[in-house]
C-alpha cells in the first residue's frame, strides 16, 4: 500500500502524457483502479496527435497545477521531494522537449498547436467531469 500524501508517477496512456502528482488517498496496486492524485509537475507533454492515426491532430490541453483527478500508476516517485523549479518551469520544458521532437519528425502541424499552446491559446479547455474532481 501506497499512504496518502506520497509522490507518484501517473500518466495518461490514453493522452499520452505523464506527471508527478501527489496522492490522495492511500492506494492499493492490485485494486485495478487509478488513484486520486493532485498534479504537481510535469513530466511528458500531451501529445497532439491520434494515438493509431499519427497523422490526425487532436489537441489536447494540459492539466493545470494542483489539478485533482484519478490518473493510471505507474510508479512511486523515487526521492521524498519534487524537481527543482515551479510547474511551469517543467511544463516549459515537458513543452520544449516536444517542440524539439517535432522539429525532428518534420511535423510542422503539431509545431503550429505548440506555438499556440505557447502563446496560452487553446481551442478548448480541459475539463474534469464531476467523477474526476
Known amino acids: 500500500m501506497i499512504t496518502k500524501g506520497s509522490l507518484v508517477v501517473v500518466s495518461d496512456h490514453e493522452r499520452m502524457e505523464s506527471y508527478i502528482a501527489e496522492l490522495l488517498e492511500d492506494y492499493h496496486c492490485h485494486r ?15 501529445k497532439q496527435t491520434a494515438i493509431i492515426y499519427n497523422d490526425i491532430i487532436t489537441e489536447r490541453t494540459p492539466l493545470n497545477e494542483n489539478d485533482e ?20 518551469e517543467s511544463v516549459d520544458k515537458a513543452l520544449g522537449d ?17 506555438a499556440r499552446h505557447q502563446r496560452g491559446e487553446y481551442r478548448r479547455g480541459r475539463q474534469l467531469t464531476p467523477i474526476h474532481i
Request: proline share 12%; charged share 25%.
Open 69 to 88: 483527478t484519478r490518473m493510471p500508476f505507474v510508479c512511486e516517485w523515487p526521492l521524498d521531494t519534487l524537481p527543482d523549479g515551479s510547474y511551469p
Open 98 to 114: 516536444y517542440i524539439t521532437e517535432a522539429r525532428e519528425t518534420n511535423r510542422y502541424d503539431v509545431l503550429a498547436v505548440l
Open 32 to 46: 485495478g483502479t487509478s488513484p486520486t492524485v493532485r498534479i504537481r509537475r510535469m513530466l511528458v507533454y500531451p
